[in-house]
């Protein structure tokens, strides 16, 4: 069991918002996951990201792997080196 912690779209057309979850990797994009962990909105100047590091940092022990942009986020907000 392959648990990645990726973004799940919300949002209406063109108006992007994103929950940051720990799911399955089988699982669809916006599809069932185990836990919402924070949001990203890429619209507000500057964006915003807000997580919860205790619940991040409890599912990375656990063995789940950040998808790319995840990474690039979770390193710019220091949760991650």
Request: aromatic share 10%.
């Given at each position: ?46 964006y915003e990201f807000k997580v919860d590091p205790e619940k991040v940092k409890k599912w990375l022990d656990r063995g789940a792997k ?16």
């Amino acid at each position: 069991m392959a648990i990645r912690i990726r973004l799940m779209r919300r949002g209406r057309r063109n108006r992007p918002f994103y929950r940051v979850v720990a799911a399955e990797a089988s699982a669809p994009r916006d599809g069932k996951f185990l836990e919402i962990l924070g949001y990203y909105d890429p619209l507000k100047e500057p964006y915003e990201f807000k997580v919860d590091p205790e619940k991040v940092k409890k599912w990375l022990d656990r063995g789940a792997k950040p998808t790319e942009t995840v990474r690039s986020l979770l390193k710019r907000s220091g949760i991650l080196n």
